[in-house]
């Protein structure tokens, strides 16, 4: 019998799930990257954003380990009462070897065959992990509306992992009018782009609901806002700006709260 997930509910739960995209995002577009040759050299572009998605990808089991009320359950694994762990946790922890495999490979250019081949099985079940979690935490059909798509949750992991990456490349390379980044800020945009158009299309089924009540129709707008205007308005000022890791922080902080009232809004309409 398949595992059946259900998120746990509450505003740090969703910040959690938020932040574990965007760690999963950073593994594998830095996967990617690495394994097809387009990223910078050196260890410490490649240990910092392992690192960091490290950290948003373990925040969820470390407190769902110690109890913490409303956090006990990740990834359908009540970690405090089973001892048998869920399909989807399963592949969530299989996802840390390689990304350990890359940590200790890493060195000053990243031409060495293992350290390709690796990367990408890092960005293989980065990607894995994305689909089959989008795939368990659909909620029940409900006068034709759907969950997140697959589609739609590895847009948002590259959209808000790609971010968080960014501010890691930038703050070790304060040059942020090099070509190189400049491709990143071009992909970001069209990124954030296709974002809205498949949230957009998403939101359709349910637009009679959220406009019948103003606060939620002000919520959505809000979170629009701070997903797409604030960050894309950051990105596109880095050239002008003296010292751009401030804009990019401030771009990756908005788009983890906009997507986190969006989706605590659509589980709202949705009955979840």
Known sequence: MPD???????????????????????????GLGLALGVYSNGRGESLVPLLVGAVFASLGPLLASVGVPGLRDWRGWRLDSSLRPSREALLAMLTYLPMLGVAALARGDNDFWATRLVSAVLAACSFACLVYAARGQRPRRRGGLTGQLPVDRVITACYGGGLWLLLCVVSQDPLVRTGTTRMWIIGLLLLALLLGLAEGMRWQSVAGPVR?????????????????????????????????????????????????????????????
Do not use: K, N
């Not at 509910?9 to 830095?30: E, K, Q």
């Not at 939620?216 to 002008?240: D, E, I, K, N, S």
């Open 4 to 30: 059946e997930i259900s998120p746990p509910t509450g505003w740090a739960a969703t910040v959690l799930r938020v932040l574990a995209v965007c760690g999963y995002g950073m593994w594998m577009l830095l």
């Open 212 to 272: 019948s009540a103003p606060r939620r129709w002000q919520r959505r707008f809000m979170a629009a806002v701070l997903t797409y205007a604030v960050p894309c308005l950051g990105l596109l000022l880095t050239h002008y700006w003296a010292d751009a890791r401030w804009l990019v922080l401030l771009a990756a902080l908005c788009c983890v709260v906009g997507r986190s009232i969006e989706l605590r809004l659509f589980e709202a309409v949705s009955g979840r």
